[in-house]
């Protein structure tokens, strides 16, 4: 049932980032919504596991079913008591720095829950017995063949990981750095002796900022950092990691101009760093996987 259980993640991983729509889980009527979404995207793809099993019987589908089921509501007491308590985080925590760093987290504490919630539901409802020390240390020593259905399905995890799990993180970090995109005014000012003893304009020049927002389409550093990540996993399992430089050097001709702005420039080196480190470190697990 190993299968299954990365079946189970994938049907995670794509109902909680791409079919997730924005402010869903802010309600409970929203999060109803969502852990339907992942019912349906389970059991579609669960479906779809079935046609590749060579046994197929009512007992296993019941057990899936009631896998998909527990899992689901396991998730929902999951958000339910993750937006409780991110509203505690917003009451109760003023400085900016403190409360990104807890709410980013609780992203990923979240998400770790949510994976570990699926595999013990599954090895619970399936009976497995499983000793996940001696797995590791033998998938360490390269003692497990491991079929190719399974590099498939774990290549795919890892792209969904790379492209929305550390998507969102990088996100959420750089919600503190973000540079301020605004426009501001000035205004030199002298000291003038007249009746009122006010000082009075004598320039006023309007500085317009760095507009790394503005400037570019929609989501378009969004879309860089997604092509950057696949890249950077396609150069690790081609065991090329010297092409990274070459990347980098072409995100870094972009916003050559912009680097004049020091907050803009630890913005992006921030974003850069921390994807390149999740790349690597998604990219050399999947070098792993294809090369058991």
Same mark, same amino acid.
């Given at each position: 049932m190993g299968n299954l259980t990365l079946v189970l993640i994938i049907g995670h991983l794509l109902a909680d980032f791409p079919l997730q729509q924005q402010g869903m889980k802010e309600t409970k009527k929203g999060i109803r919504t969502h852990v339907m979404t992942h019912i349906i995207v389970s059991g579609l793809l669960s479906v779809i596991f079935l046609f590749f099993f060579s046994k197929v019987n009512f007992a296993l589908i019941y057990r899936i079913l009631l896998t998909i089921v527990l899992i689901s509501l396991f998730h929902f007491l999951v958000d339910s008591?993750?937006? %409780?308590?991110?509203?505690? !985080?917003?009451?109760?925590?003023?400085? +900016?720095? !403190?409360?990104?760093?807890?709410?980013? %987290? =609780?992203?990923?504490?979240?998400?770790?829950?949510?994976?570990?919630?699926?595999? =013990?539901? &599954?090895?619970?409802?399936? %009976?497995?017995?499983?000793?996940?020390?001696?797995?590791?240390?033998?998938? !360490?020593?390269?003692?497990?063949?491991? +079929?190719?259905?399974?590099?498939?399905?774990?290549?795919?995890? &890892? !792209? @969904? @990981?790379? &492209?929305?799990?550390v998507g969102y993180l990088i996100a959420s970090v750089l919600s503190y750095f973000k540079p301020d995109n605004e426009i501001r005014e000035k205004i030199k000012m002298e000291e003038c002796r007249q009746q009122d003893e006010r000082p009075h304009i004598i320039e006023?020049?309007?500085?317009?900022?760095?507009?790394?927002?503005?400037?570019? +389409?929609?989501?378009? %550093?969004?879309?860089?950092?997604?092509?950057?990540? @696949?890249?950077?996993?396609?150069l690790c399992l081609a065991d090329s990691i010297t092409g990274i430089s070459f990347i980098i050097a072409m995100k870094a001709l972009t916003r050559f101009k912009q680097f004049d702005d020091k907050s803009f420039a630890e913005y992006y080196l921030i974003g850069s760093m921390l994807s390149i480190m999740f790349s690597l470190m998604l990219g050399y697990f999947l070098r792993f996987v294809w090369m058991v």
């Open positions: 008591a993750k937006e %409780g308590l991110k509203k505690h !985080i917003d009451q109760f925590i003023s400085t +900016p720095h !403190i409360r990104m760093a807890v709410q980013t %987290g =609780l992203y990923v504490l979240d998400q770790l829950i949510h994976l570990t919630i699926i595999v =013990l539901v &599954v090895t619970w409802i399936f %009976g497995i017995k499983f000793n996940f020390y001696h797995f590791f240390d033998a998938f !360490i020593q390269k003692e497990i063949q491991l +079929p190719f259905s399974t590099q498939i399905l774990l290549t795919i995890i &890892v !792209i @969904l @990981l790379s &492209v929305f799990f006023k020049v309007t500085i317009k900022k760095a507009t790394y927002v503005t400037d570019s +389409p929609e989501k378009a %550093g969004m879309w860089i950092g997604i092509l950057e990540r @696949l890249l950077i996993l396609i």
